[in-house]
């Protein structure tokens, strides 16, 4: 008898299924964003619609090597990443030609880490656009809009926190350019300069509140530097 065959394999398989996560991560419950969850609320509710009482998402998964109810729950995921092309191609436009445009998005969509993550159930699907505009906006000093996006990004995923880092690089990289176009570049100037980014990340803050408490999120993002004990994998997280 195959495993497929046993009465009881369903049963086992939902077992193996629970995969704690790490006490390193989201220990603080609210500190995790909650619009990766809020967006998939609509295709879960569609699911919810068109499949039967007596047969779950794990049902078509363990029966099924695939079926298309799979991707009911991926719809999200997959707008997601169309309109990560769709917006790699806007950019192009503006900054290039409708060729590069099209090139562009093509790569995009056809970028390894694409393929396997967009069609998926994915945080980073629905990260990755924000965080596209969010650049793009912000190497074009529009600081408000890469400020609503970037709030947008943080409330999707916590990892998003690292393009501060870009953020600080493209600052440097503007006073550098500053200084070499006025030698007498004064720290005035400068902080005119700064002001921009500064709007950007208060913006990014105020959108990210309604998705995360504050003091819980900033106890995630800051674990590598408080170094609260971490548990690598086992139940009793």
Same mark, same amino acid.
């Given at each position: 008898?195959?495993?497929?065959?046993?009465?009881? *394999?369903?049963?086992?398989? +939902?077992?193996?299924?629970?995969?704690?996560?790490?006490?390193?991560?989201?220990?603080?419950?609210?500190?995790?964003?909650?619009?990766?969850?809020?967006?998939?609320?609509?295709?879960?509710?569609?699911?919810? %619609?068109?499949?039967?009482? @007596?047969? #779950?998402? %794990?049902?078509?998964?363990?029966?099924? #090597?695939?079926? =298309?109810?799979?991707?009911?729950?991926?719809?999200?995921?997959?707008?997601?990443?169309?309109?990560?092309?769709? !917006?790699?191609? $806007? !950019?192009?436009?503006?900054?290039?030609?409708?060729?590069?445009?099209? &090139? +562009?998005?093509?790569?995009? =969509?056809?970028?390894?880490?694409? &393929?396997?993550?967009?069609? #998926?159930?994915?945080? =980073?699907?629905?990260?990755?656009?924000?965080?596209?505009?969010?650049?793009?906006?912000? %190497?074009?000093?529009?600081?408000?809009? *890469? =400020?609503?996006?970037?709030?947008?990004?943080?409330?999707?995923?916590?990892?998003? &926190?690292?393009?501060?880092?870009?953020?600080?690089?493209?600052?440097?990289?503007?006073? &550098?350019?500053?200084?070499?176009?006025?030698?007498?570049?004064? $720290?005035?100037?400068?902080?005119?300069?700064?002001?921009?980014?500064?709007?950007?990340?208060?913006?990014?803050?105020?959108?990210?509140?309604?998705?995360?408490?504050?003091?819980?999120?900033?106890?995630?993002?800051?674990?590598?530097?408080?170094?609260?004990?971490? @548990?690598?994998? +086992?139940?009793?997280?």
């Amino acid at each position: 008898m195959s495993l497929k065959d046993d009465p009881h *394999a369903l049963t086992k398989y +939902g077992k193996r299924l629970i995969v704690p996560e790490p006490d390193r991560f989201y220990s603080h419950g609210a500190g995790k964003p909650l619009l990766s969850a809020i967006a998939s609320i609509p295709q879960l509710a569609l699911l919810k %619609l068109i499949s039967s009482n @007596d047969k #779950n998402l %794990l049902y078509y998964q363990y029966r099924y #090597n695939y079926h =298309g109810i799979l991707i009911v729950v991926r719809l999200v995921q997959i707008l997601a990443g169309l309109a990560t092309m769709l !917006i790699v191609y $806007w !950019i192009l436009v503006r900054e290039c030609d409708q060729t590069r445009a099209l &090139i +562009g998005a093509a790569c995009v =969509g056809f970028f390894p880490t694409a &393929i396997e993550y967009f069609p #998926n159930l994915h945080q =980073g699907s629905i990260l990755a656009p924000f965080l596209v505009s969010s650049m793009y906006f912000f %190497l074009k000093e529009h600081y408000k809009k *890469a =400020g609503l996006f970037f709030g947008l990004a943080l409330a999707t995923k916590n990892v998003a &926190i690292f393009m501060l880092r870009v953020f600080a690089v493209q600052v440097i990289d503007n006073l &550098i350019e500053a200084r070499r176009a006025a030698s007498d570049l004064d $720290w005035k100037v400068a902080l005119r300069k700064l002001v921009g980014p500064i709007k950007t990340v208060a913006i990014s803050v105020l959108v990210l509140l309604p998705f995360a408490n504050p003091i819980s999120y900033a106890s995630e993002i800051l674990t590598p530097v408080t170094h609260r004990a971490t @548990d690598f994998g +086992g139940e009793n997280v």
